[in-house]
């Protein structure tokens, strides 16, 4: 038996010129070009947020529109993210879970080191502008404007408000979507006339804004949770809805 076999396998030559032509072949796979968010797809519309002395009261509805069809009805656009903030989601809500999932990891992250040290309202605000900023200089922002509802460490109310290029501000009351044309002149004139506004004050205060956007604006719902941060708790309610009265639809004019 021979120890050696004439049949090597010797490496093949490679002619980069067949290389070179089947890389402009017509039909030679091409990579899809990286691709960006062009515009939202299901949305939420307003958040609505008030502060008082007690505490912070922030509202939305339960809508999630696709384009202008209701299509999901039972999208939670409030979330807690600790003891002492939570934050409501305008615009893409896909955008928004990703947010969401952020948040919980840093949640998860504190809660692992274990050293008693959390993130509050104004740190949460802050990074927030951060991460919306960054994004909208790569050329993708996420679609998002947040409210940041909460307290800071020294127990003092907070209420911040962050658009989708970074822009961030604080104020006594914040509105987003359409709420920020119809319910911020109510939520301020309501302050003005009630500067003493209790918790209680500002959630009915809150309904009220918030049947009027029913009346008013077609991408919001007659089903909204209101959440609240005061004395150290946060909560969000159940979905409720308010009472209605198309009755006042007779009243406006000028519209035949």
Same mark, same amino acid.
């Given at each position: 038996?021979?120890?050696?076999?004439?049949?090597?396998?010797?490496?093949?030559?490679?002619d980069?010129?067949?290389?070179v032509?089947?890389?402009?072949?017509?039909? #030679?796979? $091409?990579? +899809?070009?990286?691709?960006?968010?062009?515009?939202?797809?299901?949305? %939420?519309?307003?958040?609505?947020?008030?502060?008082?002395?007690?505490?912070?009261?922030?509202?939305?509805?339960?809508?999630?529109?696709?384009?202008?069809?209701?299509?999901?009805?039972?999208?939670?656009?409030?979330?807690?993210?600790?003891? &002492?903030?939570? $934050? %409501?989601?305008?615009?893409?809500?896909?955008?928004?879970?990703? /947010?969401?999932?952020?948040?919980?990891?840093?949640? /998860?992250?504190?809660?692992?080191?274990?050293?008693?040290?959390?993130?509050?309202?104004?740190?949460?605000?802050?990074?927030?502008?951060?991460?919306?900023?960054?994004r909208?200089n790569?050329?993708?922002?996420?679609?998002?404007?947040?409210?940041?509802?909460?307290?800071?460490?020294?127990?003092?109310?907070?209420?911040?408000?962050? +658009?989708?290029?970074?822009?961030?501000?604080?104020?006594?009351s914040?509105?987003?979507?359409?709420?920020?044309?119809?319910?911020?002149?109510?939520l301020?004139k309501?302050? *003005? =006339?009630?500067? +003493?506004?209790? /918790?209680?004050? #500002?959630?009915?205060?809150?309904?009220?804004?918030?049947?009027?956007?029913?009346y008013?604006?077609?991408?919001?719902?007659?089903?909204?949770? $209101? %959440?609240?941060?005061?004395?150290?708790?946060?909560?969000?309610? =159940?979905?409720?809805?308010? *009472?209605t009265?198309?009755?006042?639809?007779?009243?406006? &004019?000028?519209?035949?």
């Amino acid at each position: 038996m021979a120890l050696f076999s004439n049949h090597l396998h010797l490496p093949k030559n490679v002619d980069m010129k067949d290389r070179v032509a089947d890389f402009w072949r017509d039909d #030679a796979p $091409i990579a +899809d070009p990286k691709k960006h968010t062009l515009r939202p797809i299901v949305t %939420g519309t307003s958040v609505l947020g008030i502060k008082t002395k007690s505490g912070v009261v922030i509202a939305a509805d339960t809508l999630g529109s696709y384009g202008s069809l209701a299509r999901f009805r039972d999208v939670t656009r409030l979330m807690r993210v600790n003891d &002492s903030t939570i $934050i %409501g989601g305008f615009g893409d809500y896909a955008d928004f879970q990703h /947010i969401m999932k952020l948040l919980e990891q840093q949640t /998860i992250d504190d809660k692992v080191i274990g050293d008693g040290v959390y993130r509050d309202a104004p740190s949460i605000h802050s990074w927030l502008r951060c991460v919306l900023y960054n994004r909208r200089n790569k050329m993708n922002p996420l679609w998002n404007t947040v409210i940041v509802a909460g307290s800071t460490y020294a127990g003092e109310p907070y209420l911040g408000y962050v +658009d989708k290029i970074g822009v961030s501000f604080q104020d006594k009351s914040v509105a987003t979507g359409f709420g920020s044309y119809i319910a911020q002149p109510m939520l301020r004139k309501a302050m *003005e =006339e009630n500067p +003493d506004m209790s /918790i209680d004050d #500002a959630k009915r205060l809150m309904v009220r804004c918030l049947r009027v956007l029913f009346y008013r604006d077609c991408r919001a719902l007659n089903r909204f949770q $209101i %959440g609240v941060v005061a004395e150290g708790q946060c909560t969000i309610s =159940e979905p409720i809805s308010a *009472e209605t009265d198309w009755s006042v639809g007779a009243n406006p &004019s000028g519209y035949e």
